[in-house]
């Protein structure tokens, strides 16, 4: 009971803030041009400056023995078997392109961050701080690329796939600029001015609430007969199926303790909340997108306790 309320307790904010876009927009106050604009915003400004934010000052020291590195390749490794399992769903189904971009990235990426720190903290303490900063110092460019790749590749206007044209896209994408000019500048260990570093955390507080409004204003229980499906499937894989496959295999290969509980965390964790803002940006289906974040992370209160739960009493951690 005590892992379910640190995942109610960190995975209700988010649900609240959802509730508040949905009253707003029954309430009229925002509408399908607020929900344009700020986005055009998130996507260019907030999440770029967001993930240069949190990888800038990230304080992370690595350490470059076997042990870590196995850690985090195989981390990279289910992130991209995860999404090549969502991918080939996808293409076995008679799905348009814009359903077939949002359900294979609210199957594969999570919004782990968020619910992380909460649960594994309770668990083993302060020691888990540097395991899930170099997680996120790779996984999440890796979501980032993957995502962008994904939507690109299943761009409705495209009717033939032009991969230069991709390339530039996924080099040309914010998200990605931010990624990596804050990696040359972690590289070059250029420090960003306090007064400029002040503003950029303010500029990225608005991301993470701003998206859920959006979401909440987007959201209907009543979803499309044709959107079902893809619905149903990505909250499964992503709460359900993949942790449990993944988990798995990382017990066969020997991960136990902290390592064992990021990676689980990593896979149980729900959709991330900013697919929605990408798939809305990239031309995809930004309904069904909310719909998966929405569900996702309802039905992680459940897949999370059950989860931790049984890796604990099974003595895994």
Known sequence: MEYLIISFQALLPLIIMVLIGYVLKKANVVDSSFNQKSSTILFNLAFPVMLFYNITNADVEFVFDWATWRFILFACAIVLISYLLAFLIAEKNNWDNRTKGAFVQGAYRGNYIIIGFAILENLFGNEVSVGMSLIT??????????????FTYYEPEYDKINYLEMIKGTIRNPLIIGILVALLFNYLNIKVPVTVNDTLFMIKGIAVPMALINIGSMFSLRTDLNERKPLVLAVLFKVVLFPLMFTIIAILFGFRGPSLGILFVLLASPTATVSF?????????????????????AASFFTIFIGVSLLNALGFF
Do not use: G, Q
């Not at 790779?138 to 790749?149: D, G, H, K, Q, Y």
């Not at 803002?277 to 992370?297: E, G, R, Y």
């Open 137 to 150: 110092a790779f996984i999440v460019p890796l979501f980032n690329t993957l995502a962008v790749i994904n």
């Open 277 to 297: 803002i990408m798939a809305k940006a990239m031309h995809s289906n930004d309904t069904l997108a909310a719909a998966i974040i929405v569900f996702s992370t």
